[in-house]
């Protein structure tokens, strides 16, 4: 599956962006789903993710009560992340990738099936 990731740009801290995960010629319906991103200098890191088997949802400590993992009832080929509340220190490139890992409640970066393209994410303060 080739995913892609987008709707990043420059936001300002306290402000929202929605990013959407998108598969050409595949439907993400059925898929699991998770959001990492990396900032420069810095791991790979999980951020959240969406289960294929009961659309369960889990996200990373900085990401919870302001990001949102959704699939995108109008287009089954996306997957929505709405970030809110934005902070200087979510500035990254995210990418999208299938499959998900929980260890200990932290999701993983081994087990990923594919890797999408990044897009990039710009908080200013």
């Known amino acids: 599956v080739q995913l892609q990731a987008s709707g990043g740009g420059l936001v300002h801290a306290g402000g929202s962006l929605r990013l959407s995960c998108s598969a050409s010629?595949?439907?993400?319906?059925?898929?699991?789903i998770t959001w990492f991103r990396q900032a420069p200098g810095k791991e790979r890191e999980g951020v959240s993710c969406i289960m294929d088997s009961d659309g369960s949802t889990y996200y990373s400590d900085s990401a919870k009560g302001r990001f949102t993992i959704s699939r995108d009832k109008a287009n089954k080929n996306t997957v929505l992340l709405q970030m809110n509340s934005l902070k200087p220190e979510d500035t990254a490139v995210y990418y999208c990738?299938?499959?998900?890992?929980?260890?200990?409640?932290?999701?993983?970066?081994?087990?990923?099936?594919?890797w999408g393209k990044g897009t990039l994410v710009t908080v200013s303060s």
């Open positions: 010629g595949s439907s993400l319906d059925s898929l699991t």
């Open positions: 990738a299938r499959g998900c890992t929980i260890v200990a409640g932290k999701i993983e970066k081994y087990g990923i099936v594919d």
